[in-house]
T-cell receptor, first 113, second 113 residues
Framework: DAGVTQSPTHLIKTRGQQVTLRCSPK?????VSWYQQALGQGPQFIFQ???????QRGNFPDRFSGHQFPNYSSELNVNALLLGDSALYLC????????????FGPGTRLTVL | DQQVKQNSPSLSVQEGRISILNCDYT??????FLWYKKYPAEGPTFLIS?????DKNEDGRFTVFLNKSAKHLSLHIVPSQPGDSAVYFC????????????FGKGTKLTVNP
């Protein structure tokens, strides 16, 4: 049983560009959450998708957007990249029940130059 | 405003001894807490959780204690093993079914053989 997978592993972009990160949830999970982990910090919640809709959102600007597909996989899009967007982006999946444990993928390391 | 605080960036213990990792929180709306550990180049892995209606939860070598009046929780690892060396994150969830996990900055545990 594959766990949560993310692609790509690493990515280098320049300021102003746009980026799309991808996540496939663990089998049987229908909820996907995205987190940003800057160096020396804990993961920060960006948003959560359930039934192809954004269910909750953290304190991130509209440059951060997402999508969930019918097969529950998800994308995170970031527009107009800033240097401060350099971070590890983590995807977590869970079943749709309340207080279900979130299982994390290995993350995508984004570097903005 | 940091709602979850892990004030010790690092902790070093001898193999076989007890590791105690501490976490303080300021948001009184948290009603569920989780501990994750993270190895380099991997995503966080769920360890143990505790509901605010309990003061202790145990799973093998891992025990989490919750002191609601002090807004403090701790993770005890007994006995500590070199494979436990990792960064440990404490996270909280608020009442009302929110699945937005709020993490601390983490504590790096090193268990020396």
């Amino acid at each position: 049983d594959a766990g949560v997978t993310q692609s790509p592993t690493h990515l280098i972009k320049t300021r102003g560009q746009q980026v799309t990160l991808r996540c496939s949830p663990k089998s049987g999970h229908d909820t996907v959450s995205w987190y940003q982990q800057a160096l020396g910090q804990g993961p920060q919640f960006i948003f959560q998708y359930y039934e192809e809709e954004e269910r909750q959102r953290g304190n991130f600007p509209d440059r951060f957007s997402g999508h969930q597909f019918p097969n529950y996989s998800s994308e995170l899009n970031v527009n107009a990249l800033l240097l401060g967007d350099s971070a590890l982006y983590l995807c977590a999946s869970s079943p749709g029940t309340s207080r279900a444990t979130q299982y994390f993928g290995p993350g995508t390391r984004l570097t903005v130059l | 405003d940091q709602q979850v605080k892990q004030n010790s960036p690092s902790l070093s213990v001898q193999e076989g001894r007890i590791s105690i990792l501490n976490c303080d929180y300021t948001n009184s709306m948290f009603d569920y807490f989780l501990w994750y550990k993270k190895y380099p180049a991997e995503g966080p892995t769920f360890l143990i959780s505790i509901s605010s209606i309990k003061d202790k939860n145990e799973d093998g070598r891992f025990t989490v204690f919750l002191n609601k009046s002090a807004k403090h929780l701790s993770l005890h690892i007994v006995p500590s093993q070199p494979g436990d060396s990792a960064v440990y994150f404490c996270g909280g969830l608020t009442q009302g079914g929110s699945e937005k996990l709020v993490f601390g900055k983490g504590t790096k545990l090193t268990v020396n053989p």
